[in-house]
């Protein structure tokens, strides 16, 4: 068995592995590099492709295969879930890969959205597995392929657990343990357990927060930071704006609930909104749907503002831009292009964090400099992570316990990080646990 680690081993983002055996070759997520896609312009955005993105680093270099002679190889791409960094490449580098994709409804539903908006078409074999579901992928040889329910900041996650003749790959990359998930189901910790039992060969896991100290708290915690500031702060005659993860389904229903405890209207504005919420309404897991107006193109959504705008306390606005990013609702609301105006009552939730790049910092910086300038009331990191801390990860490696630890989805010192943590646990550096970084491989 020979793991190629392509993307995501030297960044946060831009996820991709492939697990070679014998003939057969097997991708695990294609995802998106964003920070240097927000720093191009709004035009250049809009009109992306494959040469432009693989210029500015966009997406994993995933060439070094061809190199290898490894791209007719490849039989399948499983995609754990559907945020960008893991799912976004896929539209664009799909179509190299005689190789059929594999993910949950939801998540395959985002992909075809994304088809969809970007105007792109795929050759490829697109299959939807429900989540705790088995998939066989054919090659020379056959794999069974298992689809484990975790819990993360978007619906039906999976933990990946690719069955060979030298033992299971799992992949892990992006999950919490939540047994209280305001929407969908619990961890499986049953399967998670059974796979340790039939030897896991390799474990693929996340390290974005393994110096964190912590276990990372349940959505539920998320829940109640909203109802206390939704609830209990004043806001009977104030403007109230909420911005979050789009993906974030769980988050919107708890957001949308506590907009009708306030009797106030609720429109979600902005194109990354629209993407994730219709295609939970396609596939039937957005319970909210019927509480909300839905806009995304500017000539509704100026309308709308422009409602809002005359009757405040009347309404509850969703929109995009807890990043700060140039062009979405948010940022247009705070430069006045838009046609709702801020004032000192008002309120504006942020019901997420900062992701730590550099042009995210100083999107978010400027974006609270603009609203600060207006005296909005601003209200940050109404959020709890999706990531994994450091105690969830010890608790996982010693559930799972796999022959060799291979840390992803991070830059050295957030590798390290889970290295030292494998430490801990009788793992050693170069003999059992592996720090990989982009375009390398390691043959075990």
Do not use: W
Request: aromatic fraction near 6%; charge should be positive; include cysteine.
């Amino acid at each position: 068995m020979r793991i190629h680690t392509i993307g995501g081993y030297n960044e946060v983002g831009k996820n991709m592995t492939a697990v070679e055996v014998g003939n057969d070759a097997i991708i695990f997520d294609s995802g998106l590099h964003l920070p240097p896609i927000v720093e191009l312009e709004q035009e250049e955005r809009n009109s992306m492709n494959e040469k432009r993105l693989r210029r500015i680093g966009g997406i994993p270099e995933d060439t070094i295969l061809d190199k290898k002679g490894l791209r007719k190889k490849v039989r399948a791409i499983l995609v754990s879930h559907a945020h960008l960094d893991h799912i976004g490449a896929v539209p664009y580098i799909g179509n190299r890969y005689n190789a059929e994709i594999v993910s949950s409804p939801f998540t395959i539903e985002v992909l075809k959205t994304l088809l969809r908006d970007e105007k792109l078409k795929l050759r490829n074999r697109i299959r939807t597995i429900q989540p705790n579901s088995s998939y066989t992928v054919r090659g020379e040889k056959n794999y069974k392929v298992e689809f484990i329910n975790i819990t993360h900041s978007t619906l039906q996650t999976s933990l990946i657990a690719l069955h060979t003749k030298e033992g299971i790959v799992l992949y892990a990359n992006d999950f919490k343990f939540d047994d209280s998930p305001q929407l969908g189901k619990k961890p499986n910790y049953e399967a998670i357990k059974k796979i340790a039992k039939e030897n896991v060969k390799a474990l693929i896991v996340e390290s974005l927060y393994a110096s964190s100290e912590r276990k990372t708290p349940s959505e539920k915690v998320a829940r109640s930071l909203l109802e206390d500031v939704m609830l209990t702060i004043d806001n009977e005659n104030s403007g109230m704006l909420i911005t979050t993860f789009s993906s974030h389904i769980a988050r919107l229903k708890s957001i949308v609930d506590f907009g009708k405890k306030l009797n106030r209207r609720i429109v979600f504005v902005g194109r990354s909104l629209n993407k994730y919420v219709s295609a939970a309404i396609k596939v039937r897991l957005c319970p909210f749907k019927k509480d909300i107006s839905l806009l995304s193109y500017r000539k509704q959504v100026n309308s709308a503002l422009k409602k809002v705008n005359k009757n405040k306390d009347k309404y509850l606005v969703v929109c995009t831009g807890h990043q700060g990013e140039p062009g979405s609702i948010l940022d247009r609301i705070a430069r006045n292009e838009t046609p709702l105006r801020l004032f000192p009552t008002d309120q504006v939730i942020f019901s997420s964090k900062t992701i730590p790049s550099e042009i995210n910092i100083a999107n978010k910086g400027q974006l609270e400099k603009r609203l600060k300038q207006k005296g909005v009331r601003i209200f940050n990191e109404v959020h709890v992570s999706g990531h994994a801390g450091r105690e969830d990860l010890r608790d996982f490696i010693n559930m799972v316990n796999p022959e060799h630890i291979i840390p992803a989805h991070g830059d050295l010192p957030k590798l390290s990080a889970l290295a030292e943590l494998a430490g801990e646990l009788g793992y050693k550096l170069g003999k059992d646990c592996h720090i990989m970084q982009n375009l390398q491989n390691i043959k075990i």
